[in-house]
């Protein structure tokens, strides 16, 4: 039946504040899908469209009011730019980034994109180096391990400078290996991708939330 439901995080494209997000179904009825209700609560009857029970109605006035503000036509030509761009990108990184492979034909939200041949397994370091040397904060994915740029008008008009500071983090790592693959995030994706159990990562990250979720001093 083709795509029966798209998802839209107002605070992504729309401009809207964080905390507000459109499900649209292509059917009425599959709308009672994600709906959840509870008849047996001593507090009464219950139902709700969401997971989340109590939502911030200050949040939707907030996203109802841009997405008036904006308008249909502003949508329109912003995404027409953010598509340009991202061909710009996608071409960019094809053509003046050595052993740069692009995942896919990616069209709007993002560009995700791998590196191969003398530069293979080296997509994290390489993401830190990045960091190092212009404050670029990229996506690490896995299965395969990746990079991927989240696409935004703010960057827009600084692919040049994105192509040119990848350039110098390759050649950074190309230098020293060693020191970005241990360093940041790319120490702790890079161990993950050897745990052949991935219930050891839940459990990591369940005591990392823990950690962070504890108050200082407690007992």
Not at 44 to 50: F, K, P, R, W
Not at 157 to 184: C, F, H, R
Request: proline content about 5%; aromatic content about 10%; overall charge positive.
């Amino acid at each position: 039946k083709g795509v029966c439901s798209i998802s839209c995080d107002l605070h992504k494209h729309g401009g809207a504040d964080k905390g507000t997000s459109i499900i649209l179904y292509d059917r009425t009825e599959y709308r009672q899908f994600q709906y959840y209700a509870y008849t047996q609560w001593p507090g009464g009857l219950y139902a709700n469209a969401t997971f989340q029970g109590a939502h911030n109605g200050g949040l939707k006035a907030v996203a109802w009011s841009v997405l008036l503000s904006k308008g249909r036509t502003m949508f329109e030509k912003n995404a027409q730019q953010l598509f340009v761009a991202v061909n710009r990108l996608r071409q960019a990184l094809t053509e003046k980034v050595p052993c740069c492979q692009v995942l896919g034909s990616p069209v709007a939200c993002g560009v995700p994109f791998k590196f191969v041949g003398k530069l293979k397994d080296c997509d994290y370091a390489i993401a830190e180096a990045l960091n190092e040397v212009g404050q670029w904060e990229l996506v690490r994915m896995q299965f395969p391990p990746a990079l991927f740029f989240h696409a935004g008008h703010g960057w827009i008009n600084e692919i040049p400078t994105l192509i040119e500071d990848l350039n110098k983090a390759v050649t950074l790592v190309m230098k020293e290996p060693n020191k970005y693959k241990k360093s940041g995030m790319a120490g702790i994706y890079g161990t993950a991708a050897t745990f052949p159990d991935r219930s050891i990562l839940e459990q990591t990250l369940t005591a990392y939330l823990d950690v962070v979720h504890t108050p200082p001093n407690s007992a």
